[in-house]
């Protein structure tokens, strides 16, 4: 099983700030990865997928770059409407699909 | 828009069968693979199932492989996960998702239902 540890766990940041959040794999999984988000109460919504692809709709502030084994989902300023909890997805050891543990990300 | 629409959750007791709905509508339900991924309360998300456009080909997680299944009617728009012999670590809300991709199952997830609740608990 290919095991994601996200960092940091919790974020704290204030609106226009830049956050960056981690995903590393135990094992390479090329560009095969994925960033959600999921608000309180609410469904996860597909932000990145194959690593860097935005996902429709998603806006121009959320970005990810990394391959192999390191990953990175960037929002380049923060707005309140960001908080939220971030998890990555691998699909590289298809069909056994994992998820990160996730960071918690708030605003100050 | 896409609409997922999951039901079927409710309160069980350990060891006794349940069968959850997803009901898809506004997109071309038949050209897409279906996934189930759970949330256990307060924890993070765990791919479930999968099930092929057609129907034909099916996976799941191992936790959950013997025990439950993944079902489809493309002629309802729906996907079906039978839970069978339930334990209390089954205890989630339960989501559909639409694989990202047209035709073939590529394992990242861009739409979501709004999620069902599974208890099981004696």
């Known amino acids: 099983e290919v095991v994601l540890t996200q960092s940091p766990a919790t974020l704290s940041l204030s609106p226009g700030e830049r956050a960056t959040l981690s995903c590393r794999a135990s094992?390479?999984?090329?560009?095969?990865l994925a960033w959600y988000q999921q608000k309180p109460g609410q469904a996860p919504r597909l932000l990145i997928y194959?690593?860097?692809n935005r996902a429709t709709g998603i806006p121009a502030r959320f970005s990810g770059s990394g391959s192999g084994t390191d990953f990175t989902l960037t929002i380049s300023s923060l707005e309140p409407e960001d908080i939220a909890v971030y998890y990555c997805?691998?699909?590289?050891?298809?069909?056994?699909?994992?998820f990160g543990q996730g960071t918690r990300l708030d605003i100050k | 828009q896409v609409q997922l629409v999951e039901s079927g959750g409710g309160v069980v007791q350990p060891g006794r069968s349940l069968r959850l709905s997803c009901a898809a509508s506004r997109f071309t339900f038949s050209s897409y693979a279906m996934h189930w991924v759970r949330q256990a309360p307060g924890r993070g998300l765990e791919w479930v199932a999968v099930?092929?456009?057609?129907?034909?080909?099916?996976h799941s997680a191992d936790s959950v492989k013997g025990r439950f299944t993944i079902s489809r009617d493309n002629s309802k728009n729906t996907v079906y996960l039978q839970m069978n012999s339930l334990r209390t670590e089954d205890t989630a809300v339960y989501y559909c998702?639409?694989?990202?991709?047209?035709?073939?199952?590529?394992?990242?997830?861009?739409?979501w239902g709004q999620g069902t609740l599974v208890t099981v608990s004696s």
């Open positions: 099930i092929a456009s057609d129907g034909r080909d099916k």
């Open positions: 194959d690593a860097s």
């Open positions: 998702a639409r694989d990202l991709h047209i035709a073939a199952a590529e394992y990242h997830f861009d739409c």
């Open positions: 997805q691998q699909r590289s050891n298809w069909p056994q699909i994992t």
């Open positions: 094992q390479s999984v090329g560009r095969y």
